[in-house]
């Protein structure tokens, strides 16, 4: 009997620049059998067409033949989405080109990421304009900046400003939903009226990390080194933050609110943590080194300290002038710690602009808040809280009587975590002190120092400039991601599965009492099937279960051949790996997705944060 072979057909299958379709080339197919070509676009591209044996078939990411019966041409094209996600900044034209792109209305300009890349001298520039504007007397009426603006440890020298008359100056005049990172400005002169600051007159609802000003900044109202004001975002419901920022600009305001750090800090959900101020800060009232006026109910200073002195005439201290964020703020619903938590100032001098008139209670100036006053909040009266918080100079200067820590208070006792089941009690009749015994002269126990005479990190166990500290940080102050201890976050231990739920479930709004009710959450939502609870997840198991919980959106670009172990990648998680790179929730390291490696708490706190980022956009 002679067996007749079946009929060999070829599919040519080809894409153009920026994209792939796999397999391709001369593809051999049955007779009667069928082929699926899948096409995906690179980084900065779209699919723009398919055709079909010459055939427009539209943008599609898969096409099958069914059937074969002869041969067939498959071939798609791609366009660009724009230039390449990063722009790289290297010289002054190109900064002063951004302003004036910002400051013109150019929307696309305002949104993208930008990337220093060489040392920019600014000193041919007599007044920097900043970048993005906002009419504050009509507020539709702003340009802001809204992208990202990455110093990538580099330096911006010599920047000045000469605009005695106008609001929001700085490098940045107004950001809103921005990133500014990894800055130094140094030798600045910033002059400007209100909302005035080195790195940022105006941020709403942005973040500032590892930015660093020296020189001097001086304004009229909320004037700071780093920031004159920084705000919630309110229409987003996204406060600011300041995480790692060191001001030494000798800061001037000649009326209110004034800071080492930011003029004014407020707004829910606004949070500052390991910074730093060694300028002097000079103001007449709500003066701070750390901050002039810090007011909301749910706003937080956590781990900052002061070297430097402070000139004031009323509601002035070390920390902050004013202090009327309550307890509802970051870790409010924890005990023993609020608003204002383990900050310190290691010299404080207070000095009068004007001689004392009265009492105490019109002066308010203390070594770390001039005055702690009440929020009212929900139908409460919410105080100001400090924790953990201490000075090692007792403040001094023409004032009656001297307060070693706080000017004026509405709140009667301050726990200090540090000596367990101890309280500092406010002696309300001098405005002043009264310390426990355990406590001692001066607050010395308030504080843990380094071997150094530092503050160590409040997360002992990590670094606090570690990368993940930012993310810590924020799921602890949300409830989403508890460390492992008061003071720990053990950012190296691994990630288990049944971990993973009850963070992903806190992340949809949940609150389940226990761990199997935090189960039966993963699996009703699909993020998992609920198997080997305690068993260790790796990167792309973790992966998996965020993009399944983001409901699995759809994937267009192949990000993972830019991945030296790309290829590695399971074929059930190639989607979900594709999209989280995609939407920059997961970098890589060094050219590596490390896919199957554990996950640890800190990739783990830093994929959350994100992700919150990208879904609640």
Known sequence: MQLKLKDIYTITASAGTGGTITPSGAVSV?????????????SGYEIADVK????????????????????????????????????????????????KKVNGGDAAWATRSYRLTQEIDLSGIPSWTPIGTVDTKDFNNRKPFKGTFDGNGKTISNLKIDAPIKDDQGLFGYAEGATIQNLTLTNCDVIGNDYVGGIAGWASGSRLANCSASGVVKGNYEVGGIVGIANQLTTRNIGSSMVNCTNACAVTGKTDCVGGLAGNFTGDNSWMANCRNSGEVSGTSYVGCIVGSFNNTEATIRNCYNVESILASKQSGGIAGWNSAGSNGYYGTEPGLGSIAYCYSQTHTV????????????????????????????????????TGCGT??????????????????????????????????????????????????????????DGNGNPAPVLTSD???????????????????KGTGETTFSGGEKLSRQQSWMILSRVDGQAPPSMAAAKAWAVSANVSDGSNAG???????????????????????????????????????????N????????????????????????????????YLNVVQK
Not at 363 to 372: D, H, I, P, S
Not at 463 to 481: Q, V
């Open 535 to 577: 068993g260790i997840l790796s990167r792309q198991q973790l992966v998996v279960m965020l993009y399944r919980a983001a409901g699995s959106p759809a994937v267009t670009e192949n990000k993972l051949k830019n991945f030296s172990d790309g290829s590695a990648v399971a074929a059930y998680a190639k989607d979900a790996m």
């Open 579 to 610: 999209w989280t790179l995609e939407a920059e929730i997961l970098t890589g390291n060094g050219g590596k997705l490390n896919a199957a490696d554990p996950a640890s708490r800190a990739n783990a706190a830093v994929m959350f944060t994100r």
């Open 463 to 481: 670094p606090g400039g570690a990368y993940f500290a930012d993310a810590a940080w924020y799921l602890r102050k949300e409830n989403i991601m």
């Open 52 to 99: 079909v044996d010459g055939a427009s078939v539209g943008a599609q990411t898969s096409h099958t033949f069914s059937n074969v019966t002869a041969t067939h041409t498959i071939a798609a094209t791609f366009s660009s989405t724009g230039p390449s996600l990063i722009y790289d900044i290297s010289t002054a034209a190109q900064l002063m080109e951004l302003a």
């Open 392 to 449: 090692f100079a007792t403040a001094s200067g023409n004032i009656t009587p001297v307060n070693d820590y706080v000017g004026k208070a509405q709140q009667t006792s301050f726990t200090n975590p540090y000596v367990s089941g101890t309280t500092t009690i406010l002696v309300n009749a001098l405005n002043s002190w009264a310390r426990s015994p355990e406590c001692g002269a001066a607050g010395a126990n308030f504080w843990v120092l």
């Open 30 to 42: 049955f007779d009667g059998s069928s082929q699926s070509f899948t096409v995906m676009a690179d």
């Open 351 to 386: 000095s009068n602009v004007e001689p004392p008139v009265g009492s105490a209670d019109n002066y308010k100036q203390g070594a770390l808040v001039g005055e702690n006053f009440y929020t009212y909040s929900n139908g409460k009266n919410l105080p100001g809280v400090l």
